[in-house]
């Protein structure tokens, strides 16, 4: 399980590293994504970094992520990890920065010896009282 929580972690690194061919590294070819942003799945374009320099050239300097609570399942050649990440960053243009903190299910299978990312996904929780909004403000408790 170490080396599921190396990749995991090393992903988190190379982000704030604004490496975005190194992360997509760890994705296995036509991996399913469901990040925070629309549309409801991802398009994958066989794993071409275009996409991720863009949405990091959105910032001033790449967003850090960290992975906490971590928890990993794994059986042969496949695995589950789920975690709760918090994504700080500055908006280019923004002279003020954001925290969000967000829950990640990854579905891992080990490919050629190697542990690659099959299935991402992304979420918030949103306000059940009619509003619908997005439960940005959220920290983990515990």
């Known amino acids: 399980m170490e080396e599921i929580r190396e990749v995991i972690e090393g992903k988190a690194a190379l982000l704030q590293e604004g490496d975005a061919k190194a992360i997509l590294s760890h994705y296995a070819p036509g991996y399913v994504e469901f990040s925070l942003a629309p549309p409801l799945r991802q398009p994958v374009d066989g794993q071409t970094p275009a996409a991720l320099d863009a949405w990091m050239a959105g910032f001033e300097a790449p967003p850090r992520r960290e992975v906490t609570q971590l928890e990993i399942t794994a059986d042969g050649d496949v695995a589950f990890a789920t975690s709760l990440d918090r994504l700080t960053a500055v908006p280019r243009g923004s002279t003020e920065g954001f925290t969000l903190w ?14 690659l990312v099959t299935h991402e996904h992304e979420s918030v929780p949103f306000e059940m009282d009619g509003s619908f909004r997005a439960s940005t403000g959220l920290t983990p408790t515990g």
């Open 102 to 115: 967000f829950r990640v299910t990854l579905g891992l299978r080990r490919v050629d010896g190697r542990w």
